[in-house]
């Protein structure tokens, strides 16, 4: 065992090390709203994990982003879980918890555009693995040349799906019995428009437009039903 190998499982832990710290802030007792910083604090040891290639040279995978990603969503369901019980089953809110998320997603889809190109070895090593989504953010393709150990592949479906059920719910609780306008409900059905297509096209890809369609209508007439429009006959 290298010093090289024993340097960076170090830094790797001193890394997840922060995570937890962040992950049970509250425990510290002090401004709660530093919390949310979870979500983007585990971006940290996972494009770590990604940039000093760890799984590949030393644990045998060949498949980096893939790898990484699951440890990403597995952090940010533990996030989820504990917002939803410490601060949305006790006080109904549900906006920071939306926004940090959201704000870490996108902090998370510029480092998939900037990384790759600062060690261009990365794109060698996940060619086959993650492919330049719009020439531009490598991230994972889990049907790739279909190369993809198939372990991984049904652990990334798995934890992107339950992420996505996680972090969707609690906007229907949100709204169910509230009085929304005909324009809003249709403004929130949008918002669910792409999580439907990412979890129609990682479990059918060949129907994902017709799967993504028929949940949105689905899901509208759900709207229609738990909501009010305010304008009900007495």
Known sequence: MDSEF?????????????????????????????RYLAYIVALFPVN??????????YLGFNQTIILSYIILFLLWTLCILRDIILVYRKTND???IFLFFMLAVIVQIIISGILPYIDTTLQ?????TNPPIVGIFFLPDIYASGVVDPNLAMAFKVLMTVLIIFIMGPILLDIKG?????????????????PFLILSYIWVPLAMWVLTILFSVILFIILLIITRSGKETK
Do not use: C, Q
């Open 48 to 57: 770590y994990m990604w940039a000093v290639k760890l799984d590949i040279t």
């Open 6 to 34: 024993v340097n960076s499982i170090i830094i790797l832990i001193i890394l997840f090390v922060i995570f937890g710290i962040f992950l049970v802030f509250d425990v510290f007792k002090r401004n709660e709203r530093y």
């Open 178 to 194: 509230e009085e929304v306008p005909f324009p809003v409900l249709l403004i929130v059905d949008a918002i669910f428009f792409i």
């Open 94 to 96: 549900y906006n920071d």
């Open 124 to 128: 060698t090593l996940d060619a086959t």
